[in-house]
C-alpha cells in the first residue's frame, strides 16, 4: 500500500499570499515530483527531484519553489499566489528501478486562489 | 523526444460492453509502459504495467499487450462497470536512459448502469 500524503485537501485563498502545499511520503522513495492537473485533466510536470537536495523543473514554466531537505518531504511553495495559479496539484514519489519506476500519487491539493 | 497519445474522450458506454482505449507512443530505446487510473477526487493509481514488448500487463479484468511493432499498449477490458468509470492514463518510461515519466493527456471514460 502507497503512503503519501497531500496537505491540504483544498485551499480557497486571495491574490498576493504566501502558500506551501505539503506532500510526505512513507516508503522511503529517492524521486518526488510535482505536477499540476489543468481542468482537461492533462499532467504537467512543475518540479521533480532525484533525492534530498536535488530539484530540478519540469516541462511546464511555473512560479513555484520547492525544497528537499528530508527523503520523505516535498513543500511546493507560491511566494505570491495569482488566479492563474488554480489548479488542481499532484505529488507523487517513485523508487527507481531498471525499468519499473512506478509512479506513486498522493490525492492531491485543489487550489482557488481569488 | 518522448510523447504519448491516447484517444480522446469522453467514451461513453453501457455497462457489461467492452472498452478499448487506444495508446500508441514515440520514445527511443525500450521504455516501461503503464496504465493508470484516477477516480473522482483522488490522486492516480496504477493500473498495470509491462515492461518489455509482448508482455501483457493484467489487473481488475484490464489487460494491455505492449506491441513494440506498432509501437502500442491499449487498453481493454471485456465487461465494464459502473464503477470503472474514471480517467485513465497512458504513460512510459525509461526511455533512452530518461527515468522522467511521460503522460498521455488522459481519456475519461463513463460507463451507464
Known amino acids: 500500500e502507497a503512503d503519501i500524503y497531500q496537505t491540504p485537501r483544498y485551499l480557497v485563498i486571495g491574490t498576493g499570499k504566501k502558500i506551501t502545499l505539503e506532500c510526505s511520503q512513507t516508503?522511503?522513495?529517492?524521486?518526488m515530483y510535482w505536477y499540476q492537473q489543468d481542468p482537461g485533466m492533462e499532467l504537467h510536470l512543475i518540479h521533480y527531484?532525484?533525492?534530498?537536495?536535488?530539484?530540478e523543473k519540469g516541462d511546464l514554466s511555473s512560479e513555484s519553489t520547492v525544497s528537499r531537505i528530508r527523503t520523505e518531504h516535498f513543500p511546493l511553495t507560491l511566494e505570491s499566489a495569482r488566479p492563474s495559479h488554480t489548479s488542481q496539484y499532484l505529488c507523487?514519489?517513485?523508487?527507481?528501478?531498471?525499468?519499473?519506476?512506478?509512479?506513486?500519487f498522493g490525492p492531491g491539493t485543489r487550489l482557488t486562489v481569488l | 523526444g518522448n510523447s504519448v497519445t491516447q484517444m480522446e474522450g469522453p467514451v461513453t458506454l453501457s455497462e457489461e460492453a467492452f472498452l478499448t482505449i487506444n495508446c500508441t507512443y514515440t520514445?527511443?530505446?525500450?521504455?516501461?509502459l503503464f496504465w493508470y487510473v484516477q477516480y473522482p477526487g483522488e490522486g492516480l493509481q496504477l493500473l498495470l504495467k509491462?515492461?518489455?514488448?509482448?508482455d501483457k500487463g493484467s489487473n481488475k479484468g484490464f489487460e494491455a499487450t505492449y506491441r513494440k511493432e506498432t509501437t502500442s499498449f491499449h487498453l481493454e477490458k471485456g465487461s465494464v462497470q459502473v464503477s470503472d468509470s474514471a480517467v485513465y492514463f497512458c504513460?512510459?518510461?525509461?526511455?533512452?536512459?530518461?527515468?522522467?515519466?511521460?503522460f498521455g493527456r488522459g481519456t475519461s471514460l463513463i460507463v451507464h448502469p
Open positions: 516508503m522511503g522513495h529517492d524521486k
Open positions: 504513460a512510459l518510461n525509461g526511455a533512452g536512459g530518461s527515468y522522467i515519466p511521460t
Open positions: 527531484s532525484y533525492g534530498v537536495n536535488s530539484t
Open positions: 507523487a514519489s517513485s523508487q527507481p528501478t531498471t525499468g519499473t519506476d512506478t509512479q506513486y
Open positions: 509491462a515492461t518489455k514488448a509482448d
Open positions: 520514445a527511443t530505446g525500450y521504455p516501461s
